[in-house]
């Protein structure tokens, strides 16, 4: 599910969007941040699809090797482990799956080529090798290598980054936080099941919705008074001269400091430097991070930050 440092990083791109657009219409791209986390449910789904995928190809390779005119013994004979694996097996009967991939953006089907390439790395690597001649068999053993086929041959490979980012310029992004929620959700699975429980996009007893929209809205709202605070406190820069993502960040800064009230200050400091250590330059990161802690500190000395539950407590831990 969502954490909060992924739900900045898509409010941060989407007011980056915003503010790079003369007139901009609030709702139009409040309603577009959600639909980016809808369309990170899909990548979700879309990467639990893929083994019963590469099971698809494996099939395929057994029935053409059968169907030559002059087959050979292993061609007759082949190692089925793979197509036999167990969870892979409970994949591709899901019908939870099946019903959501049904909603979904992603079509890899779309793209037989690359499923073909990704099928061809995956039995090529040594890994593949060493599960195929293992001797052993049974659930856990299939999960095992089935989780680190996903981890290492599946998530990385290059071509379905490239293709990705062809049809959505956030996906990549995506890419780590929907993967590690796809392989949460395949070590859940029990070797008694016969259908999977996909996890929920938002936390059920917490606030994050209300954390995504308070945070895109204020930031706005806050605007012009965020960017006169910024200008007053860096008289070396002003506001022409700062990189609009720079701007973006620090905007984010202030209007989470001071409307999150369960949200320590050092954590919102510590997170927003962080975006600038990933997404500025390295002397934009530089002017973030001192700017941040001036601002801070001259607004917790003035009493604008109101602060209760978690919030009162000081922690580098990320929220």
Known sequence: MLNRRQIRIKAMQILFAYYSEEKPDIVKYE??????FDRFRDLYIALLLLPAEMQAKAIEKIEAGMN???PTKEDLHPNTKFVTNTLVRILANS??????????????????????????????????????????????HDREYLLRFIRRHIVNFELMHDWLEEIGIFWNDD?????????????????????????????????EEEYTRNIFRKTITLGEASEKLIAENAPNWDADRIALMDMVILKMALAEAQ????????VTMNEYIELANYYS????????????????????????????GRGLIETSTGN
Not at 31 to 36: D, T, V
Not at 121 to 127: A, G, K, R, W, Y
Not at 198 to 206: N, S
Not at 281 to 305: D, H, M, R
């Open 259 to 266: 409307t999150c009230e369960s949200i320590p200050l050092k």
């Open 31 to 36: 309603k577009i941040l959600f639909e980016s």
């Open 95 to 140: 019908k939870t799956l099946d019903k959501a991939s049904k909603e979904i953006h992603i079509r890899w089907k779309d793209n037989d080529d690359l499923l073909r390439q990704m099928f061809k790395t995956l039995i090529e690597s040594s890994d593949y090798k060493e599960y195929m001649a293992s001797k052993e068999r049974g659930f856990e």
């Open 175 to 207: 890419l780590d936080l929907a993967s590690s929620m796809a392989l949460k959700t395949l070590k859940t699975v029990k070797d008694s099941d016969d259908d999977i429980t996909l996890m929920p996009l938002w936390k059920a007893d917490d606030d």
């Open 281 to 308: 330059t390295p002397k934009s990161n530089v002017f973030i991070n001192g700017l941040l802690e001036t601002l801070f500190g001259k607004l917790q000395a003035e009493g604008k930050f109101k602060k209760m």
């Open 68 to 70: 030559k005119k002059l």
